[in-house]
């Protein structure tokens, strides 16, 4: 399984408390570093690698990815918890309207911000281009992420601000099951449930694939 190999630009880059920011090969570098200075608007972000090889996951060679560790993502805590409660006031109709809705708050612009420019570079890098976050657990190259297909703003923001809502919890899981000696061989993947998520993931130690869910 042959890993992908990434291109450095800066040891910045390598900061514990800044994410780790992967673009496709080919991206324009100063459309990259137009990214870079939004997101750093709102999130704490190293400066952009780029994606060179094939990665151990067959397909995903288009991706945008952005890991890093639990303190990165706070700043958006808030603004993914008024979006949140906005949504579930409206629970029953809970369409796109009422998303649009939510994305467009004023507290919320923090989160709207981050997912706008994201699916800005989402379009730019191509059909199938994947948008890949997550927690730099247990380390920031796989991590334990979340894969967004979605390029529509809002759409992004929706998965985004659960994600960021359950960032503590899944820390929390994904350190304990490292420590317990089943770290993830390659990436843990997270799925949104609809009371929660569930975190999947190959063992390091057995290969036998572990399950655990978040709520």
Do not use: C
Not at 5 to 12: E, F, G, Q
Request: aromatic content about 6%; proline content about 6%; charged content about 20%.
């Amino acid at each position: 399984m042959g890993k992908g190999r990434l291109v450095k630009t800066s040891d910045a880059s390598n900061q514990p408390d800044l994410m780790r920011l992967t673009m496709p090969w080919g991206f324009p570098p100063s459309q990259a570093e137009e990214l870079v200075a939004t997101l750093r608007e709102h999130i704490f972000v190293g400066d952009a690698r780029w994606y060179l090889q094939k990665s151990a996951d067959p397909g995903r060679e288009l991706l945008i990815q952005l890991i890093g560790n639990l303190t990165t993502w706070v700043p958006l805590s808030a603004a993914a918890t008024v979006f949140l409660t906005t949504i579930a006031k409206r629970a029953g109709d809970a369409t796109w309207d009422v998303l649009a809705k939510a994305f467009k708050a004023k507290e919320v612009k923090p989160l709207a911000d981050v997912a706008t420019a994201l699916g800005k570079a989402l379009e730019k890098a191509g059909p199938g281009t994947e948008l890949i976050v997550g927690l730099s657990i247990p380390e920031p190259t796989w991590g334990t992420v979340l894969i967004i297909s979605e390029t529509d703003p809002v759409e992004i923001a929706a998965k985004l601000a659960r994600f960021v809502s359950l960032a503590e919890k899944i820390s929390t899981t994904m350190e304990a099951e490292v420590a317990a000696g089943r770290a993830p061989l390659g990436r843990a993947l997270i799925s949104i449930e609809e009371h929660g998520a569930v975190i999947r993931w190959m063992s390091q130690a057995d290969f036998g694939n572990h399950e655990r869910l978040i709520s």
